[in-house]
């Protein structure tokens, strides 16, 4: 599926400080309906953001003005349960491009570097350090450098670096899909089936 | 040579390339597919002009989202109806064998593919679905895959994968009267948490497991991915060879010979090292029972709910905002607690196993009049000897009907949604906060458990009723 290069991002981030924050809240699967990968974002935590009635619940912090941002921050066990990919696709399609946890699910993990969006692992010390910062300062920005694997806080000026597979990185950075690759395979694959 | 896991000897034997610095490329010998997670796969698959490159590696049916009565009837929901269509249409232009609803070979697709034989040991299969995991009984490789892998699968029967570590969880000794395997999954995730597993492929062992039959050993591998593993596995012994010989895509003659030779090799050599290491005792298991919002808050159905005490920061927020969702209390018991739904079915405990024990509990009782009891085949096979084993007059008598096979009331896709802030004891998977239904409250439990609470109109020990 095609997605934007992703190189550096400098933006602020909006926290979500829950553990364990499953697929089914990220997307619920009544809403897994469609046929093709569009709008999706207007489901993102859906249970979570409204109300029976459609209104927007005031303390979820999607529907906090001053919460803004490309960058997503969540509780350990991010992206739990389910294997549907509209997680990662609805998380995206709100406009997200880094999702950052203390721990993933592998799943997500998964399926969210196959969709542009970058997961970002860093200690459960420092995500607190993310989540006190943005309580202090909302509009304070945090730099991904994927080049360098490295996450920063500005405003303070603490970094961490990150871990991501040499080959996924390449694939990020320049907008590429696996099934390119496994495509231009078929002759090895043949031969392995032969055998 | 070093020795190797089970896990090891399969995944070794599939790896068609290491990609330098990267996954590796896996070779996928079975690919179940559904209507929910495989449109967008056709479609990307469509636009890049390229076909099916191993239909007959490929068995699809529809099931996440299907009603569960009057099946022989148009789909009433558009977007549903549409999402089954397209699956059809997608199976026939690319010549994939596709099991539709009221059809002998439908179902829950990871109960059909068990049943046909199409699930055999030393295979590697993907789904997307993470309960793919349930293949793992057979002593298989078999983990769910999202929608950008099934499509890599369709395109070339391979996916990327990096080699996960490996776990072993021997339970050892033998299970009490009333204890199932799905109690022995929801023990062991209420031990390691919801992601002990993570980044790991766990291999079960032990006399508690080997004495399983191989819908148990359905049930508890089936619920790996809900301690955050890819997949779980059991080494293929008698019980599994058993079940495998006779079914329409087993092999046959010759063919069975040297697959049994073949699969004589197929346990972890016994210096194997596992990255991690588990251990439990049969004796400790009793009926479990989740009073929370995931499946690692589970504890025996006779216990009280565990304080808070001892948690701080997101930990004890997630926690209290947890039990606030279900209406309990810290310390509450759980026997005595009021329920309104029992569902028995799904993947986890939707096969012939499950209705068996159910009926045989309810045999003579009746259902509580406060209880709505929705009982759903895994497929119309189970359908079908559920009725040759003259089960259903047994449950009509005790006030409890059938429905047609699907996922159902698991994750709610179809109209088989618990009310809001209702209770409902469910066979399933995942008690998730809305996964039955917007607001919907879900305890899971063994099919027993499910029958002690319907009968009782009350959550209420399996033990003493039996």
């Given at each position: 599926m095609a997605y934007d290069k992703f190189s550096k991002i400098n933006s602020p981030a909006v926290p979500l400080p829950y553990e364990n924050v499953d697929t089914d809240q990220i997307i619920p699967a009544r809403f897994l309906k469609a046929v093709e990968r569009k709008g999706f974002g207007d489901n993102l935590f859906r249970d979570w953001r409204y109300e029976n009635d459609g209104s927007p619940k005031a303390d979820f912090p999607l529907n906090n003005d001053k919460y803004s941002g490309?960058?997503?921050?969540?509780?350990?066990?991010?992206?739990s349960g389910s294997s549907r990919e509209h997680a990662a696709w609805a998380i995206y399609d709100y406009g997200f491009r880094v999702v950052v946890s203390s721990f993933f699910a592998d799943i997500f993990k998964g399926n969210a570097l196959n969709n542009g969006l970058l997961p970002v692992v860093v200690s459960p010390e420092f995500l607190e350090k993310i989540f006190v910062q943005i309580e202090k300062d909302p509009e304070s920005t945090f730099e991904v450098d994927l080049p360098n694997q490295k996450f920063t806080i500005t405003a303070t000026g603490e970094s961490t670096d990150f871990e991501i597979n040499p080959y996924k990185k390449h694939c990020l950075q320049n907008g590429l899909d696996d099934i390119d690759y496994l495509v231009e395979m078929k002759e090895q694959i043949a031969e392995f089936e032969a055998k | 040579m070093t020795a190797k896991t089970l896990f090891d000897k399969i995944w070794d034997a599939h790896?068609?390339?290491?990609?330098?610095?990267?996954?590796?490329?896996?070779?996928?010998?079975?690919?179940?597919?559904?209507?929910?997670?495989?449109?967008?796969?056709?479609?990307?698959?469509?636009?890049?002009?390229?076909?099916?490159?191993?239909?007959?590696?490929?068995?699809?049916?529809?099931?996440?989202?299907?009603?569960?009565?009057?099946?022989?009837?148009?789909?009433?929901?558009?977007?549903s109806r549409n999402q089954v269509d397209m699956l059809k249409k997608n199976c026939d232009e690319n010549g994939i064998v596709y099991h539709g609803l009221g059809t002998e070979g439908h179902g829950v697709v990871h109960i059909i593919g068990p049943e046909m034989g199409?699930?055999?040991?030393?295979?590697?299969?993907?789904?997307?679905?993470?309960?793919?995991?349930?293949?793992?009984?057979?002593?298989?490789?078999?983990?769910?895959?999202?929608?950008?892998?099934?499509?890599?699968?369709?395109?070339?029967?391979?996916?990327?994968?990096?080699?996960?570590?490996?776990?072993?969880?021997?339970?050892?000794?033998?299970?009490?009267?009333?204890?199932?395997?799905?109690?022995?999954?929801?023990?062991?995730?209420?031990k390691i948490s919801t992601s002990g597993g993570t980044g790991h492929f766990i291999e079960y062992?032990?006399?508690?497991?080997?004495?399983?039959?191989?819908?148990?050993?359905?049930?508890?591998?089936?619920?790996?991915?809900?301690?955050?593993?890819?997949?779980?596995?059991?080494?293929?012994?008698?019980?599994?060879?058993?079940?495998?010989?006779?079914?329409?895509?087993?092999?046959?003659?010759?063919?069975?010979?040297?697959a049994m030779e073949k699969w004589a090799e197929l346990k972890s050599d016994e210096d194997a090292v596992f990255d991690t290491e588990y251990t439990f005792d049969a004796a400790d298991i009793e009926p479990m029972i989740t009073y929370g919002t995931n499946p690692g808050m589970g504890i025996g159905v006779s216990q009280t709910i565990p304080t808070s005490e001892g948690l701080s920061g997101t930990d004890k927020t997630t926690y209290q905002k947890s039990l606030q969702y279900m209406g309990y209390n810290e310390g509450d018991a759980m026997k005595g607690k009021p329920v309104d739904f029992v569902f028995l079915?799904?993947?986890?405990?939707?096969?012939?196993?499950?209705?068996?024990?159910?009926?045989?509990?309810?045999?003579?009782?009746?259902?509580?009049?406060?209880?709505?009891?929705?009982?759903?085949?895994?497929?119309?096979?189970?359908?079908?000897?559920?009725?040759?084993?003259?089960?259903?007059?047994?449950?009509?008598?005790?006030?409890?009907?059938?429905?047609?096979?699907?996922?159902?009331?698991?994750?709610?896709?179809?109209d088989d949604k618990i009310p809001m802030g209702k209770y409902s004891v469910s066979t399933s998977n995942r008690n998730f906060e809305g996964r039955q239904g917007p607001g919907a409250r879900t305890l899971l439990a063994s099919p027993l458990t499910a029958a002690a609470a319907a009968v009782s109109g009350v959550i209420a020990d399996p033990r003493e009723m039996m």
């Open positions: 490309k960058i997503l921050v969540g509780g350990k066990n991010f992206g | 790896v068609v390339k290491q990609v330098e610095g990267g996954p590796n490329v896996l070779y996928i010998d079975r690919h179940f597919i559904h209507e929910v997670t495989s449109p967008v796969a056709f479609l990307g698959l469509k636009n890049r002009g390229l076909k099916v490159y191993r239909p007959d590696q490929t068995t699809a049916t529809p099931d996440h989202n299907v009603p569960t009565i009057n099946q022989h009837m148009s789909i009433k929901d558009e977007l199409l699930t055999q040991p030393g295979m590697t299969i993907v789904c997307g679905d993470s309960h793919t995991s349930t293949h793992g009984a057979f002593g298989a490789i078999a983990f769910g895959i999202g929608t950008s892998e099934v499509e890599m699968v369709l395109a070339s029967q391979c996916i990327m994968q990096p080699k996960p570590k490996k776990m072993r969880i021997t339970v050892n000794g033998t299970l009490d009267k009333g204890v199932t395997a799905k109690d022995i999954a929801l023990y062991i995730i209420s062992a032990g006399s508690a497991i080997t004495s399983l039959t191989m819908e148990g050993r359905m049930t508890l591998c089936n619920l790996s991915i809900e301690s955050g593993a890819r997949g779980g596995m059991i080494a293929p012994d008698e019980t599994t060879f058993n079940y495998v010989k006779g079914r329409q895509f087993a092999p046959k003659g010759e063919d069975w010979d040297k079915g799904s993947c986890t405990n939707g096969r012939i196993e499950d209705f068996r024990e159910f009926a045989a509990f309810v045999k003579g009782k009746k259902k509580a009049d406060n209880v709505t009891a929705w009982l759903v085949p895994g497929s119309k096979q189970v359908q079908n000897q559920i009725e040759a084993e003259g089960l259903v007059p047994i449950l009509q008598e005790a006030g409890f009907e059938l429905r047609q096979p699907g996922c159902s009331a698991c994750l709610a896709m179809n």
